[in-house]
């Protein structure tokens, strides 16, 4: 079975500064996607950014960008400039692309605090 | 992508009772989950809604305590059935579409207190 493990429960960033919050899953599958999740206090879940196991690319999207290491099953967000409004818990997930079910295994989360 | 409505945001109820919390997306989508986060933790999926047909629970999950229903494939209701304080929970409904690049994307949860 798939996992997914973010050792960090809360990080901390000077507003305007950088910060990487980790990720690594367990998987024996060659095909999948990842996604970074965030969730400020108002519950909603709001994806970040997604990469796909096959692209050897590493996925950016404006202030945020991934670091994809495959093979050490890595998967960080950094996230450039911090804003104030980047203050929420980000979760990692996994996504099989080699069954039908598109379910998701997140894993434990990451509280990032922006100091002003 | 989807825009995904959640009813009720918010309800305190008491033990013994059910609430039933509904899912709408303002288009057809070809897969619906329905999620439970338990306060300080991370998403844990309880079933995938399946349209005309019964839900998928995952391990862990039943139909008698967690009935799903999906009429059709716009809409969804989750209900939590004979509710005890451990029910008390964010329950969210993701939506996401096959063949589509497979990002999921949620609604904004409904949060839960039993007392």
């Known amino acids: 079975a798939q996992t997914v493990t973010q050792s960090q429960p809360e990080m901390s960033v000077q507003e305007a500064e950088t910060v990487t919050l980790s990720c690594t899953y367990d998987?024996?599958?060659?095909?999948?996607?990842l996604f970074w999740y965030k969730q400020p206090p108002s519950r909603q879940m709001i994806l970040v950014i997604r990469?796909?196991?096959?692209?050897?690319q590493n996925a950016t999207e404006n202030r945020f960008s991934v670091n994809f290491q495959k093979a050490a099953k890595s998967f960080s967000l950094k996230i450039s400039d911090s804003q104030l409004g980047d203050a929420a818990m980000y979760f990692c997930?996994?996504?099989?692309?080699?069954?039908?079910?598109?379910?998701?295994?997140f894993g434990s989360g990451t509280r990032l605090l922006v100091r002003p | 992508s989807a825009v995904i409505s959640q009813k009720p945001s918010r309800d305190i109820c008491q033990r013994g009772t059910s609430l039933t919390i509904q899912c709408q997306v303002d288009?057809?989508?070809?897969?619906m989950f329905w999620y439970r986060q338990q306060p300080g933790q991370s998403l844990t999926l309880i079933a995938t809604?399946?349209?005309?047909?019964?839900?998928?629970?995952e391990s862990g999950f039943v139909i008698d305590k967690f009935p799903i229903s999906r009429p059709n494939l716009t809409f969804s209701t989750l209900t939590v059935s004979n509710m005890s304080p451990e029910d008390s929970s964010i329950y969210l409904c993701?939506?996401?579409?096959?063949?589509?690049?497979?990002?999921?994307?949620f609604g904004q949860g409904t949060r839960l207190t039993v007392v």
């Open positions: 993701s939506v996401a579409q096959v063949g589509a690049g497979g990002e999921a994307f």
């Open positions: 998987t024996s599958e060659s095909d999948y996607y």
């Open positions: 990469q796909e196991a096959y692209k050897q």
């Open positions: 997930a996994y996504r099989s692309a080699m069954d039908s079910s598109y379910k998701l295994i």
């Open positions: 288009s057809q989508v070809t897969m």
């Open positions: 809604a399946n349209q005309g047909s019964e839900a998928t629970y």
